[in-house]
């Protein structure tokens, strides 16, 4: 009975159908990843990770990415959305705009051809436009930033406070840990932001009072020009009284 | 293939059970053999359904070729994009290098020695905030003729448009004002108050609000609810200034109150 227990098995392993797939990473140049620089890859996988010392990056399914650095200090994002759960001066780059942040979580969403979402959440992150001038993303705050436009600027809009329900489904695809761990997460983030709004007025209106202030230095300067104007006007018309009248 | 193999396996089967038979014969007592031989039966019909289910499977999975062929010309379509993808990524970033560079739309001298640079300029650059073409007045007259007409449903398209394109628009009071009315004279009064609610929350003190209210009081009466028919009229007479909705939600009161 056992011999026959044992033909019935190999019977049956000689039947079962064994599939190899494939690799399924997707890369220029070939399986160019974690050998050469640079490297552009797509994630085709559900979701993509790096840990290397200090720097954690995720990506998620669909996202294209250029390792531009053997340090893994220079990324590049193509499209989809990457979030640096750790990534203390490395720069990630997109076609308008380059982000460095400190140690701390941020997300660069580059949904669109014309417009990258830079969200902060825990970092102290710094953008550079392509046009040179510099901002700041307080934290738990995002911003879009576009193309140049015919002022030679770069377009982007208000900083805002990160909409949380919406960012919360683009977390989870990516969150590595249990369910619960996201769940206290996101719970700690909700008490952190609860005064988002009344920030985001304060930056207002500090932009605002900036505006102002800029206005009024503006308003003062040619003030100064023409007071200046004035007493050289005065001057020289003393100067001809006096040369006129007083010989 | 599988039948070849299958078939290998039956012989291979039966010799070495003819082995076993002819080995046990002399040896053993009867009952022994025809164990043997019941075993030998049951492996049989064991190995014959297993290629008849082989048979089976490649009988219904004849297109299994064109599916490789299929999944690889996917696959080749796909690193395409993907290659696609990089160049247009790295043509986009050279033309904003360039455009950051190139000096702002307006310095440019209009000239016929600078009439390239500028051309070059704009198909470079995004429009510096340019406002969208509003066509919200448009689409609102022809909401408008269709109501006119009572094709009730396709204005309230027309309006929806309005109220989800932009946002920003002008129209978009009138356009709630006449959705509201067109399922209200669809008799779907539901939708209807979902409109006259979101009119009231978001514009209080227009008087097409003060209107819609008025058909707010009359589904109430509709249903049978006239106290909450004659609050609501009453509502409307004391909140809004424009006499000529306070004389109809007055006329509806009175109304209210002979019933």
Not at chain 1, 23 to 32: A, G, L, Q, V
Request: charged residues 25%; hydrophobic residues 40%.
């Amino acid at each position: 009975m056992r011999k026959l227990a044992h033909l019935l098995l190999f019977i049956a392993a000689f039947q079962m159908e064994v599939r190899v797939r494939a690799s399924e990473s997707m890369s220029f140049p070939e399986n160019c990843l974690g050998k050469t620089v640079p490297c552009s890859f797509k994630v085709t996988t559900d979701k993509w990770s790096f840990e290397s010392g200090n720097i954690k990056l995720n990506a998620g399914q669909g996202a294209i990415l250029i390792a531009q650095d053997e340090k893994s200090k220079e990324w590049k994002l193509v499209s989809g959305t990457l979030w640096a759960q750790n990534a203390p001066s490395v720069k990630i780059k997109t076609v308008n705009a380059v982000a460095e942040g400190s140690s701390g979580q941020y997300w660069v969403l580059a949904e669109s051809d014309d417009r990258v979402v830079f969200r902060n959440i825990t970092s102290k992150l710094v953008l550079t436009f392509k046009d040179q001038t510099k901002l700041e993303v307080p934290r738990g705050f995002e911003v879009w930033v576009g193309g140049i436009n015919s002022q030679a600027k770069t377009e982007h809009g208000m900083v805002e406070p990160i909409n949380l329900k919406q960012h919360l489904k683009a977390w989870y695809e990516l969150y590595p840990g249990s369910r619960t761990q996201f769940v206290s997460e996101v719970q700690d983030l909700k008490d952190q932001w609860a005064d988002l709004i009344e920030q985001s007025g304060d930056i207002y209106k500090k932009v605002a009072e900036r505006k102002l202030a800029a206005l009024d230095e503006k308003k003062r300067q040619l003030m100064e020009i023409k007071r200046k104007q004035e007493e050289e006007r005065q001057r020289i018309r003393n100067e001809f009284h006096k040369r006129v009248f007083d010989q | 293939m599988g039948f070849g193999c299958d078939f290998g396996l039956v012989l291979f089967l039966i010799l070495r059970s003819s082995q076993f038979f002819h080995g046990i014969a002399d040896k053993q007592p009867m009952k022994r053999v025809s164990n043997s031989l019941f075993v030998i039966v049951c492996l049989s019909i064991t190995v014959g359904l297993l290629w008849g289910y082989n048979e089976f499977t490649n009988y219904f999975n004849q297109g299994k070729e064109y599916q490789v062929q299929v999944h690889q010309l996917r696959e080749q379509i796909e690193k395409e994009e993907f290659k696609n993808t990089l160049l247009q990524n790295q043509l986009t970033d050279f033309k904003q290098s360039v455009a950051a560079v190139l000096p702002p739309n307006s310095e440019i001298r209009n000239d016929v020695a600078s009439y390239e640079m500028k051309n070059f300029a704009s198909a470079l650059r995004v429009p510096a905030s340019e406002a969208q073409l509003d066509l919200s007045g448009i689409i609102f007259e022809k909401g408008k003729k269709l109501f006119k007409e009572q094709k009730y449903d396709k204005s309230i398209k027309e309006f929806r448009r309005i109220l989800d394109e932009y946002p920003l628009s002008r129209f978009k009071v009138e356009s709630h004002f006449f959705m509201a009315e067109a399922f209200f004279l669809q008799k779907d009064y539901k939708s209807s108050l979902d409109l006259i609610d979101q009119m009231l929350q978001q514009y209080p003190d227009n008087d097409l609000t003060g209107f819609v209210m008025l058909r707010m009081g009359q589904i109430s009466e509709l249903n049978n609810r006239l106290e909450e028919a004659s609050e609501v009229y009453k509502t409307v007479q004391t909140h809004f200034k424009n006499e000529q909705l306070r004389a109809q939600a007055h006329k509806l009161s009175e109304g209210v109150q002979v019933e």
